[in-house]
């Protein structure tokens, strides 16, 4: 069983950066794709970066498009999503989830198609 534990979220003005991670436990790690999603109140779940097993391979909604980063350190079990120029509709409860995958540079956008999520990491951006 995969255990998923983001940190790094908090309030931060517009213009600023947050670093999140992502933690995982048992399982491969590299055999994972990876992804980040996004969730606001009254809102669908929404994915705004991933990644393939490999981490050569990394896709992004084009409203984070520029912004955001994801990278994954397969050494030390964990993906992380850089965010730069944050702005207050970034708003919202992040998770991060993993699905084992056999192919090294396919990422998985739906978020139904995951196997393992964290428990989310709340980000703030005030208005």
């Known amino acids: 069983q995969v255990q998923l534990v983001e940190s790094g979220g908090g309030l931060v003005q517009a213009g600023g950066s947050l670093r999140l991670s992502c933690a995982a436990s048992?399982?491969?790690?590299?055999?994972?794709?990876l992804g980040w999603f996004r969730q606001a109140p009254g809102e669908e779940r929404k994915n705004v970066a991933r990644?393939?097993?490999?981490?050569?391979?990394?896709i992004y909604a084009d409203s984070v498009k520029g912004r955001f980063t994801i990278s994954r350190d397969n050494a030390k079990n964990t993906v992380y999503l850089q965010m730069d120029s944050l702005k207050p509709e970034d708003t919202a409860h992040y998770y991060c989830a993993a699905k084992y995958s056999n192919s090294a540079d396919s990422t998985i956008r739906n978020p139904y198609e995951y196997d393992y999520w964290g428990q989310g990491t709340q980000v703030t951006v005030p208005s």
């Open positions: 990644t393939s097993r490999s981490g050569a391979t990394a």
């Open positions: 048992g399982g491969t790690f590299s055999t994972y794709a």
